[in-house]
């Protein structure tokens, strides 16, 4: 396959290219990322030594660009995870959410169907319709959309969980631009025949993933005794997703999911957010008694003094229009494809906080900025 992945300076793009990188080193992966905040190119350092790997940067919103790169590189896959990510700044600032979100994904269609259906590109099927029984794959071009559970809502805590027929109905200016271009990646399929598949997750948590989010913010809180702060009452429920998992998921996706479907792909692991912050709590906890240079190394938190991290946790006012519940319905994945989440939240969290306290310097340029020198 010749990828094109956008968004790989991110959290999930970077560890979906180290996943593909390990299983299919004879694949070339082109990565396409603007490198804003969330972006970080280091991540990407080690895999720039490959063959067959290359970095562009640039926005998914530019309609010459994308055509360039997808001709220069041949591009047969496309693995779309470049979005604005974060629901607190959509709330802030709902501008970027559209532009990268929907025009961005509009774009990546667009320069797609104009390569593999309108020019033929050698890549193409031409006729979407004749793939409607089988792989994916079968027309020899790709484009897999990634989006989020939270275009469907919220669930009241007795609610079945989200399948893929659950109604859209997106809360937040985030979830409203990943739904808008989860439609859009369904109308190329179903007006143009593109073959498209669309996989909706949850919660995603491990290494890389920037510490603005709930479980990166807190594991480098505690490590420098700031707050850690949880929205209302922390009892919203989440479904974790450990981020290998994922990629797991997409894998299959990409070699065995049904042309124009969508897949949910779920962790197994509901927790509620306070729930979640505690377990990170006690695995630092444990962390730090067991090893005395971790005390030296990280002298600001409670951990130090081996008092317990927990004493950090702050009630803080709750985020507008904040979702009660998701929950993933994994079925017909499971059904289809044969996925399960091999991570369940204990094991695959205790993985993350080893991978953040043996990557300080990682995170610690993020905070100071030179990440993005
Ligand atoms: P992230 O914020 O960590 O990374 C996003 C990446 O996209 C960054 O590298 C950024 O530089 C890049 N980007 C942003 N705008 C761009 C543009 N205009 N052109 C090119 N690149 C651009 O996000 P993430 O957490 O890795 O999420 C990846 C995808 O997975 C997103 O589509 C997100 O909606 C979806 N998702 C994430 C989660 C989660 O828990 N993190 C859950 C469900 C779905």
Redesign the pocket.
Same mark, same amino acid.
Request: glycine letters at 12%; charged letters at 15%; hydrophobic letters at 30%.
């Given at each position: 396959m010749n990828i094109l992945v956008? #968004?790989?300076? #991110?959290?999930?793009?970077?560890n979906f290219v180290n996943y593909w990188r390990e299983r299919y080193p004879a694949d070339s992966i082109t990565v396409? +990322?603007?490198?804003?905040?969330?972006?970080?190119r280091s991540n990407l350092e080690a895999m720039l030594e490959h063959n067959g790997f290359t970095f562009v940067r #640039?926005?998914?919103?530019d309609y010459d660009l994308v055509m360039e790169v997808m001709q220069k590189h041949c591009v047969d896959t496309l693995v /779309?995870?470049?979005? *604005?990510? /974060?629901v607190d700044r959509s709330i802030d600032g709902p501008d970027?959410f559209i *532009?990268?979100?929907v025009v #961005?994904t509009h774009t990546l269609l667009k320069a797609a169907k104009k390569l593999w259906l309108d020019n033929g590109g050698g890549n193409g099927a031409g006729d979407g319709s004749a793939n409607k029984a089988g792989s994916a794959r079968r027309g020899g071009h790709h484009f897999h959309h990634?989006?989020? +559970? *939270?275009v469907f809502g919220t669930l009241a805590g007795d609610d079945p969980a989200f399948c893929e027929l659950t109604p859209y109905a997106p809360n937040s200016p985030?979830a409203a631009s990943?739904a808008a271009s989860d439609h859009l990646v369904r109308a190329y399929h179903h007006t143009y025949g593109l073959n498209v598949t669309t996989s909706?997750?949850? @919660? @995603?948590?491990g290494p890389y993933?920037?510490p603005e989010?709930l479980i990166p913010l807190c594991l480098v809180n505690i490590l420098q005794g700031k707050p850690l702060p949880i929205y209302g009452d922390g009892k919203q429920i989440r479904d974790w997703?450990y981020v290998d998992d994922h990629s797991r998921g997409i894998d299959l996706i990409l070699k065995r999911g049904r042309v124009g479907e969508t897949y949910n792909i779920g962790g197994n692991s509901e927790y509620t957010n306070i729930d979640a912050v505690r377990l990170l709590c006690q695995l630092l906890d444990e962390e730090f008694s067991e090893n005395g240079s971790l005390r030296e190394r990280f002298p600001d938190g409670p951990c130090a003094a081996l008092d317990p991290a927990s004493s950090l946790i702050n009630y803080v006012t709750d985020r507008p229009g904040h979702d009660t519940r998701y929950a993933i319905d994994a079925a017909k994945i499971t059904s289809e494809l044969g996925y399960t989440p091999a991570e369940r939240f204990p094991g695959g969290l205790k993985k993350t906080v080893r991978w953040y306290l043996e990557n300080e310097s990682w995170w610690q340029c993020i905070l100071d900025g030179s990440y993005r020198e």
């Open positions: 956008t #968004g790989a300076a #991110g959290f999930i793009g970077t396409l +990322d603007a490198l804003t905040y969330a972006g970080n #640039g926005s998914i919103c /779309h995870f470049a979005a *604005e990510s /974060h970027a *532009e990268t979100n #961005g990634v989006s989020t +559970d *939270e985030y990943k909706n997750c949850s @919660n @995603n948590y993933q920037f989010k997703l």
